[in-house]
Each structure stands twice: as C-alpha cells, then as structure tokens.
Nanobody
Framework: QAQLVESGGGVVQAGDSLRLTCTTPARTVMWYTMAWFRQAPGREREFVAAISRSGPTAYNTEAVKGRFTISKDNAKSTVYLQMTSLKYEDTAVYYC?????????????????WGQGTQVTVSS
C-alpha cells in the first residue's frame, strides 16, 4: 500500500497562496491516479482535485473555481496542490490519496491509500 506524506500546510491570510506537497514511494504517481481531498471540522471529506497517471485532471470546480492547480512530478514521485486566492472557507485538513489507474474519480471510496493530512488555516 502506498505511503503518502503531505506537507506545506500552515496559517495564512485570505488572498494568500500555499503549495501543498504529497511525497509518495517511487513510481507511485507514475502508476496511480492521485487526488487531494479536504475535510473541515464538522463536515464530510470533500473532493478537491485529481490527476490521472497519464495527466488528465479533474477539479471540484464549484469549490476551487480555477484557484487551485494539481500537478505532479513523476521523477520525484510527488504531487502538488497549488492554492491561490485562499479564502476562509478553504480552511481544512488536506489529504492526499491514491487510486488504481483510471479516470480521476471524485469519490473518496475510490481511493485505497491516504496520507495523514496537513492543516491549512486561512484567517479572514
């Protein structure tokens, strides 16, 4: 099972940017579909973005509206989530996840491996 480690979270002000990083075992991002989810206190885990092993991406357009970009570096076996124009409602624990190869899924149940999460706090 892939071991995923998130980093890059922190406390920022509204309008700031952050880049989250998900470090995975070698070749993981070359094989699996990778995704970012988030969970705010008292809310269900929410899909943010995903990228398939061949490159196609999917976004929770309503929530991120072009502000977030998912990317990956196959050589480093790392997935990134670039977040810009952060809003208070982006405050959550952000999780990296891996799924079997295929089109990017928005369903948490499709992902078999999860990181421990990194906290993002946006102050208004």
């Amino acid at each position: 099972q892939a071991q995923l480690v998130e980093s890059g979270g922190g406390v920022v002000q509204a309008g700031d940017s952050l880049r989250l990083t998900c470090t995975t075992p070698a070749r993981t991002v070359m094989w699996y579909t990778m995704a970012w989810f988030r969970q705010a206190p008292g809310r269900e885990r929410e899909f943010v973005a995903a990228i398939s092993r061949s490159g196609p991406t999917a976004y929770n357009t309503e929530a991120v509206k072009g502000r977030f970009t998912i990317s990956k570096d196959n050589a480093k076996s790392t997935v990134y989530l670039q977040m810009t124009s952060l809003k208070y409602e982006d405050t959550a624990v952000y999780y990296c996840a891996a799924a079997q190869p295929g089109n990017p899924s928005r369903e948490a149940g499709s992902y078999h491996a999860w990181g421990q999460g990194t906290q993002v706090t946006v102050s208004s």
